[in-house]
């Protein structure tokens, strides 16, 4: 059966820094990540599949994926970027506390909904999510290459969980997920890079 890899972009600077959004490069971990991802993803997905490669067009997920085999075609998505922080980009969230109090406070009770300033809100991300799903739900193998927010949404759309509960789901770094659309849900595999 199809499958659907999913994917953060290895460490960035800003990860390092606890700043949000932005275009960073990736930190000296994150390099390690994306060196090893092409023997993480030939380990699952074998090597005679072809398999279609997705990412942002930010430089953190092109990065990660820079390394693939070049016989697997890449596709560069806006609708893929994370989560447009608005005023908020490239801050720490001390510094949003700071700055914003109220914003944070109410980013905190409603998380799913709250918009930021300039910028979105989980349920805008679904949303351009749309076609996105669309294209993926018609595709063969594809392996999406993104960021935080996005892949909750998308993880959880697979895995049929609430979206409203997708704000606050651990995703971990440097981990190649699998996913494999079954008549009786969603199986899914976890490959840690141990990096
Ligand atoms: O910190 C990494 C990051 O991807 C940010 O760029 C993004 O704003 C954030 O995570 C999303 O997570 P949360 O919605 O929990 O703030």
Redesign the pocket.
Known sequence: PRSIWLSRHGESE??LEGK???DAPLSARGEMYAKKLPDLVRESVGDDRPLTVWTSTLRRTIATARFLPESYNQLQWKALD??D?GVCDCLTYQEISELYPEDFAARDND?YNYRYRGGES?RDVVIRLEPIIMELERSENILIVT???VLRCIYAYFMKKSQADS?WMAVPLHTLIKLTPRAYGTQEERYDAKI
Do not use: D, R, T
């Open positions: 800003f990860n949000i959004g932005g994370e989560l922080s998380k989980y960021h935080q927010a704000p």
